[in-house]
């Protein structure tokens, strides 16, 4: 592949985007979802070949593992995508001037998008839904993990463009090799935006390298804070939802903060993790308590690298703090400004917690699972935003947006 004219290519055939009806992107959407699921069989014979190359412990195989409810979970999102309105053309503001001029700021594509990804394919799909209906052409670097996945999703996508008789460059899958990384962080010529998805190291090189400006998508290190007015079943259960319902995902639970007034509900508070055999690193009065009320082979005496850690896996780290400003200390001090959760019953301590966390998405009596495109109406994700301009938390069709300034006159010249 000769990566210079595949990039040309993207960016020209990103013109071509201005020009197709809502109705179209909606109704080739629509037919991407459909054809995903016809071809179900096709995508996980190929995913098999990935996941044959991977370590089954290895926390990025459950993020590379397709499964059929996945893949229609994942065709359910793109159809999600294809229902929302267009975030294009949209009235920003509208000003008329003291001169007469009338001055408004309307949305508008980025252009091309460029997203380096680790062992995601679904975010193959992801992708090309919302970059197709925010108006944007995309090109995908998938990693070596994912490859044969990622080609099989991106040549279903291809024969439904060509179908449409559209440009099929609006969408490419540059090679795997990380040679060619190099060669997308220095297109500025090409590309408008990239998004890195993957782990902390992933995401550091691409800022550290890219000479196109970078949105970050961040590691996700996750608390919840179990305050003293915690009520228990919530606790219970919102804990054991944050930490097992996917261990691979960036919103899973990675530390557990208890006021210790509440420390002799820890045994029940972690109970159900046992079923799933959750590995806890406890501090010293948190490993007193559980001592004989946890399985012995998954209790471990917590160090200073338990802490700030964001595990993948099915582990834990417990945390014991003497009030509501040591749990904000300890939270600020480690968290990765992802998610972050408080356990109360009192409303007065729940709003300092909104007020005083700095997180891209901050909870109160509920899972930091929820921190996803789809759980909050967005259709789908691109990413999760730890940073602070332009876009931050579930990035979807308006966050792939930029604007320009329409200006109307009558002859007004400036003096």
Same mark, same amino acid.
């Given at each position: ?38 071809? =179900? ?300 959760? =408080? =356990? ?72």
């Amino acid at each position: 592949m000769n990566i210079q004219q595949t990039l040309k290519d993207v960016k020209e055939a990103s013109r071509e985007l201005a020009t197709l009806s809502e109705e179209k992107i909606n109704d080739l959407l629509l037919k991407v979802a459909g054809e995903a699921e016809k071809q =179900i069989p096709f995508i996980l014979s190929e995913n098999k070949k990935d996941l044959d190359r991977m370590d089954p412990n290895d926390p990025k195989y459950d993020r590379l593992k397709l499964t059929e409810d996945r893949i229609k979970a994942i065709a359910g999102d793109v159809r999600n995508v294809a229902s929302l309105p267009t975030p294009l053309g949209k009235v920003l503001d509208e000003a008329i001037r003291p001169n007469g001029l009338k001055i408004s700021k309307i949305s508008f594509p980025m252009g091309v998008i460029g997203i380096i990804y680790e062992a995601r394919p679904n975010v193959t799909f992801d992708v090309f839904s919302l970059c197709l209906k925010s108006g944007n052409a995309c090109i995908l670097k998938g990693g070596s993990d994912a490859s044969f996945s990622n080609e099989a999703i991106v040549k279903i996508i291809k024969q439904v463009i060509a179908r449409f008789r559209m440009n099929e460059n609006i969408l490419a899958l540059l090679p795997p090799d990380r040679e060619t990384v190099k060669d997308l962080l220095e297109a500025r010529e090409y590309v408008d935006i990239i998004i890195p998805r993957g782990s902390q190291s992933l995401i550091d090189f691409v800022v550290q390298n890219s000479k196109i400006p970078v949105i970050e998508t961040g590691a996700g290190i996750v608390h919840t804070y179990f305050d003293e007015f915690g009520d228990l079943e919530k606790g219970k259960s919102i804990i054991f939802n944050a930490k097992t319902r996917r261990v691979s995902v960036c919103n899973a639970l990675d530390c557990l903060v208890v006021h210790q007034n509440r420390l002799n509900d820890l045994p029940l508070l972690t109970s159900r993790l046992a079923e799933k055999n959750v590995l806890i690193y406890a501090d010293e009065a948190a490993l007193k308590i559980l001592k004989g009320q946890y399985p012995e082979a998954l209790l471990k005496p917590a160090t200073e690298e338990s802490y700030g850690t964001e595990f993948l896996a099915y582990t834990m780290s417990i945390k014991t703090v003497t009030g509501f400003e040591e749990a904000l200390e300890h939270i600020y001090k480690y968290s990765s400004k992802h998610s972050e959760a =408080i =356990i109360s019953e009192d409303e007065k301590r729940i709003n300092q917690f909104f007020q005083r966390v700095d997180a891209a998405a901050v909870y109160s009596n509920t899972s930091t699972a929820f921190t996803d495109g789809a759980q909050f109406g967005l259709g789908a994700e691109i990413g999760i935003s730890t940073q602070k301009l332009h876009a931050r938390g579930p990035m979807a069709l308006q966050e792939l947006t930029t604007y320009k300034w329409i200006v109307r006159g009558e002859g007004q010249i400036r003096e």
